[in-house]
Antibody
Framework: EVQLVESGGGLIQPGGSLRLSCAAS????????MSWVRQAPGKGLEWVSL???????YYADSVKGRFTISRDNSKNTLYLQMNSLRAEDTAVYYC?????????????WGQGTLVTVSS | QSALTQPASVSGSPGQSITISCTGT?????????VSWYQQHPGKAPKLMIY???NRPSGVSNRFSGSKSGNTASLTISGLQAEDEADYYC???????????FGGGTKLTVL
């Protein structure tokens, strides 16, 4: 059974850093297209970042230069390093595994972890 | 980079059919057959309902169907049921560094 479990969220001050983790089971992270998608409170979904199985990475303009997606193959875990955090980064962050379309759809989702950026 | 355009809300009675539209541009919805639809119940993670415009993942009811014409994609739910009440989001590949763009979401109310 495919499972994704996020952790690492919390309250952080503006300008601070946080690293989110997404522990996967039931499949191999390094063989799949993995993304982070976020949802601000009461708002819609926003794609944040993608890591291809081959190692290529992509970012939304809103986080480019501040966020870094990576994986640890030995731990079968996906990460999102978030630096220079802003109030507008406040959201539930989901990790998601692509299903059918080269990373353009998200078949499996974690339960999400809440990041709150506030002083 | 604006999101895809969806109606804020739609409603229907049990047993009826409803359609949710998702309008983009030739750089996203109109340019690729990589439109997906997601259902999200309050406090839950989204669930993939449709991928590549009109394909249903295993386990998704055939009451859900997708289509596309030009720059507008549509999700149709037939035989509405109470459990269909949720938020629905479309997404599409976009021809820019923005890999995927989502719609603003549509709240479906089953009357």
């Amino acid at each position: 059974e495919v499972q994704l479990v996020e952790s690492g969220g919390g309250l952080i001050q503006p300008g601070g850093s946080l690293r989110l983790s997404c522990a996967a089971s039931g499949f191999t992270v390094s063989s799949n297209y993995m993304s982070w998608v976020r949802q601000a409170p009461g708002k819609g979904l926003e794609w944040v970042s993608l890591l291809y199985s081959g190692g290529s990475t992509y970012y939304a303009d809103s986080v480019k230069g501040r966020f870094t997606i990576s994986r640890d193959n030995s731990k079968n875990t996906l990460y999102l390093q978030m630096n220079s955090l802003r109030a507008e980064d406040t959201a539930v962050y989901y990790c998601a595994r692509a299903g059918y379309s080269y990373g353009y759809d998200f078949e499996y989702w974690g339960q999400g972890t809440l990041v709150t950026v506030s002083s | 980079q604006s999101a895809l355009t969806q109606p804020a809300s739609v409603s229907g009675s049990p047993g009826q059919s409803i359609t949710i539209s998702c309008t983009g541009t030739s750089s996203d919805v109109g340019g690729y057959n990589y439109v997906s639809w997601y259902q999200q119940h309050p406090g839950k993670a989204p669930k993939l309902m449709i991928y590549e415009v009109s394909n249903r993942p295993s386990g998704v009811s055939n009451r859900f169907s997708g289509s596309k014409s030009g720059n507008t994609a549509s999700l149709t739910i037939s035989g509405l049921q109470a459990e269909d009440e949720a938020d629905y989001y479309c997404s599409s590949k976009r021809s820019s560094a923005t890999h995927v763009v989502f719609g603003g979401g549509t709240k479906l109310t089953v009357l």
